[in-house]
C-alpha cells in the first residue's frame, strides 16, 4: 500500500486484483449486473486490507490432536456505515468478512449546482458511538460528502473511523486530510482531478447511476 503525500492515515491500495477490477469498473461498456457484482467484490478485497491492524487475543483451541494457541478478534466491534446511495453498493461485500458488523445509514446527496452535500436521511446502530465505524462510499470526489459524514458521526460520539472509497481525487482527499486527520482513509485508486461539474477524471462516471441502473 501507498501513503497520499505525507498522510500516514491516507493508504492508497496496490493490490493487484484491485487494480483489475476497478479498470473494469471504468470501463463504459460494463453493465449495471457486472458494475454491481464488481463494486461488492472490490469492497471485500478492500475491508480485508482495511482490518489488517484489527486488535486480536491469544485463545486456546482443542483440536482433535492438541491444543493449539491461537488469535482471534478483540475488542469493539464494527459498524458499516454506507453514504446512501452509491455507498450501499459495497456493503454485502464487506459484510462478507465481517457478518456480524452492524449497519447504518446515511443518507447525503450533492446538489450538482453548489456541490455542497445535502442531508436526508440517518439511521444509525444505538451504540455506534462504542464501534469501530467504517464509513463507505465508492466516490470522494470534492469530499463534502466525506467530511460531512464523518464529521455527523462524531456528533454521534464516534472516535474511531476508517473510510473506504473506491475512487478518490487529490482535492477531495485534501479536504478530508484537513478535516479529519484522526480519521484513517483506504482507497482503491488515486485519480487526477475533477472536472468543471465536480466529475472524478478519469473516474468511472456517476457510481450511485451505474450500481443501480438509473441512467
Ligand atoms: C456521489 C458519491 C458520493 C458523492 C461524492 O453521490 O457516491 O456520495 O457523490 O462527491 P463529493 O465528494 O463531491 O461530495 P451522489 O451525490 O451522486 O448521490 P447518490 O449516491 O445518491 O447517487
Ligand atoms: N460522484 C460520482 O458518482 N462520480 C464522480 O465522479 C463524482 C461524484
Redesign the pocket.
Known sequence: MQQYKDHKQIHIMDHPLISHKLAILRDQRTGTQEFRNVVSELATLMTYEATRNMTTEEVEVQTPIGMAKCRMLSGKKVAIVP?????LGMVDGMLTLLPSAKVGHIG???NPET?Q?VEYYCKLPQDVAERDVLVV??????????TAAIQFLKDYGCTKITMLNLLAAPE?LDVVAKDHPDVEVFIAALDDHLNEN?YIVPGLG????RIFGTK
Open positions: 453514504i446512501l446511495r452509491a455507498g447525503l446527496y450533492r456541490l452535500p462510499d465508492p466516490m470522494l470526489a470534492t469530499g463534502g460528502s466525506a477531495g465536480g456517476d457510481a450511485g447511476d
